[in-house]
């Protein structure tokens, strides 16, 4: 029968380490609570002692007032344990900055030895487990998983009974709001999600929708920490990009599975990895990105690749982990990668740091666990890595072409509305006529030169002012025609047309 508490995966592990007779297992993680209470739960299972250290009062059983004399130093405790040779599940917390010494790398190496030939184990957890490599032939690794949906859940209720006996409290969320509020959480460690779920309850009393925002704000927080990440208002909406049908009806199909995901997921479905927008410059690739996120109503963070490059041996790979894994915790999020094809293409210029870190994007693009959608634009495909173009690396690639007649028009009126001037004052069918070839970021630039003309004459944005100022435009489809050409002759057949 399946393990039915949290975390049933890890803790089967730790199960099978031990009866394997490792003696040394290492979990790297700043959630020492929570690993005790999975591993309270092993020894229970398997009829072993359990026993925990903590460098604040020694080796001791968990609820007991006294610890084992002699055991404050973390040597001592692991010469008791070699000398009683008790069975048991040893925690000992917080030992990262301790495995330098000598006396406790040589104690580790003997306990770890004798250990070897029971079903006896330390769990050592903390940060910058080093082990001698002598121990280390004796032990293994486990990554401790973030919490699941049903652990938030049994967290959540824990957090209300407990802010319940100090104050009056109540929910108004329906069962939809819930699992909203429970998905927002994913990412999060268990101490982080019982901070935001306690300030949100002790705030008001009352736990509601918008209380999800919270959570949002929370992640926030994370990704400014970190500081390699910028997280991104996303205040543009699908109406405000003009046509690119055929990839506003790919988002839309995908877009229902926001609102429902474990319907998605009994159904068969996994979370999209995402996609790459290729084309010309100037045709609404980056106002895509910030839309999606905004019709998905997920954060949006920006990952800028230049920003990463670190001039010191092996920064720059540790920075695209680092950028990588934050995504993952503040997941479920849009990531938006911007001319991509810049991060990729300094080849043996760099000393390889690109190629390398090329690799790590992509193994992390096929194996990646938080629900990361990723949008990445590309101006220059002549600069792209191949690799990025073969199936399956993205869901799909789209070729996003220079709008036609029909589409700069209600580009224009976009601009125009945006900017207050209204757009049945002007004839739009004959704005678009004059202006063939333009991009949308081209005729955005029209719209504003016509106004500071306007402005600096004293008077309102007219025709006039819009069609001289289009004339005077030399657009990229002209200063780069062979280019814009050949682009469109290479997307054609290999990729999926965006307009």
Known sequence: ??????????????????????????????????????LAHVADRLGLNFFRWQPTRGLHRPGAENFVYGTRQLAGALAHIDATRSPGVFHLQGTGDLLGDTAV??????????LSASESALVLTGLHLDLPAAAAAHAASLPLPPPD?????QLLLAVYRDVARRMPVRTELSRADLDRLLDSLKGLTRMEAEKVLTKALVEDGVLTADDIQKVFEAKKAIVQREGL??????????TDVADLAALKDWLAKRKA?????????????????????????????SLCSKAVATEWQLPLLRMDPAGLYNKYVGETESNFRRATAVAEKVAPVVLWIDEIEKAFTQGREDGGVSTRVLGHFLSWMQERQGDVFVVATANDVTKLPPEFLRKGRFDEIFFVDLPDAATRAAIFRIHLARRHAPPEAFDLAALAEATPGFSG?????????????AFAEGGEVTMRHLVEEASRT????????????WLRNWARGRVVRAN
């Open 105 to 114: 790398r040589a104690g580790l190496t003997t306990v770890a030895r004798a």
């Open 149 to 153: 949906r049903e652990e938030f859940r």
């Open 229 to 238: 990440l910028q997280y991104t208002p996303a205040e543009e909406a699908m």
């Open 1 to 38: 029968m399946a393990d039915a508490t949290p975390c049933g995966e890890f803790t089967r592990e730790v199960e099978l380490l031990i009866k394997s007779h490792y003696a040394v297992i290492l979990v790297e993680t700043v959630e020492e609570e929570r690993v005790e209470g999975l």
């Open 257 to 285: 599975m926001m609102g429902n995901p474990q319907k998605a997921e009994a159904y068969g479905l996994s979370f999209p990895k995402g996609i790459l927008l290729l084309g010309v410059p100037g045709t609404g690739k």
């Open 441 to 453: 970021a081209e005729i955005e630039q029209v719209v504003i030169s016509a106004m500071h003309s």
């Open 474 to 485: 030399h657009p990229l489809s002209e200063t780069r025609a062979e280019y814009v050409q």
